[in-house]
Structures are given as C-alpha cells and as structure tokens.
C-alpha cells in the first residue's frame, strides 16, 4: 500500500510559479497511476493532471493545458506539479492520488472515486 505527503505549497503573487512534489513510501510511484487535484474553498474537488502508470502518459484538463506540468521521478520516487502564471484562480488545496492498476484497465485521471489512495494535500494561495 502506497502512502502519499504533499509537499511544496504556499503562498505567492499572481504571475509566479510553484513546483508541488508529492512523495510515496510503501511502494513505487511508477506502479501506479498518478494524479493530481485541486479543491478550492466551497468547490468540488477537480482533477487537474494525471500520469499513466509505466509510460508516463499525461493528461491535463482544460482549465489547466499550458500552465500545469505533471511529471514522475521513479529514482526519487516522487509526483511533481509545476504551475506557471499562477492565478487567484488557482488558490485551493492540493491533492496528489494514485491507483493501482484495475482489472478492467480503464484510466479515469480526473474522476476523484476512482482513486484509492491520497495525500493530505498542501495549500495553494495566490494573491493578486
């Protein structure tokens, strides 16, 4: 069982940028598929980035495409998310996921239920 810590948050203007990392213990980050959330003060929580298990494929939603990077690095065994040109927009809590591969082999990145195991989440805040 993977356990996950967010990590990497804070508190920044907008324009500017964060990198958040979450790091996994119990097992290997690349076993897994990866994403990354967002929940914002009285909003659902989003699914903002995911990462395929093995090949590292990614998936972005549209709210994000061109600001937000998702990235592994296996040796760290670590999630990373870079956001760029931060907006008030983007203030929220930040969660990293993962799932292990399911039987039938279907990859649901944004949807929050398919996801087994989470972090604690790190917090975002932009300032204008």
């Known amino acids: 069982q993977v356990r996950l810590v967010e990590s990497g948050g804070g508190s920044v203007q907008a324009g500017g940028s964060l990198r958040l990392s979450c790091t996994a213990s119990g097992d290997t980050v690349n076993n897994y598929y990866m994403g990354w959330f967002r929940q914002g003060p009285g909003k659902d929580r989003e699914g903002v980035a995911g990462?395929?298990?093995?090949?590292?494929?990614?998936l972005y939603a549209d709210s994000v495409k061109g600001r937000f990077t998702i990235s592994r690095d296996n040796a760290a065994n670590t999630l990373y998310l870079h956001i760029d040109s931060l907006q008030p927009a983007d203030t929220a809590m930040y969660y990293c996921a993962a799932q292990s591969p399911r039987a039938d082999n279907v990859w649901l990145p944004f949807l929050p239920s398919w996801y087994s195991y989470w972090g604690q989440g790190t917090q975002v805040t932009v300032s204008s």
């Open positions: 990462i395929y298990r093995g090949s590292g494929r990614t």
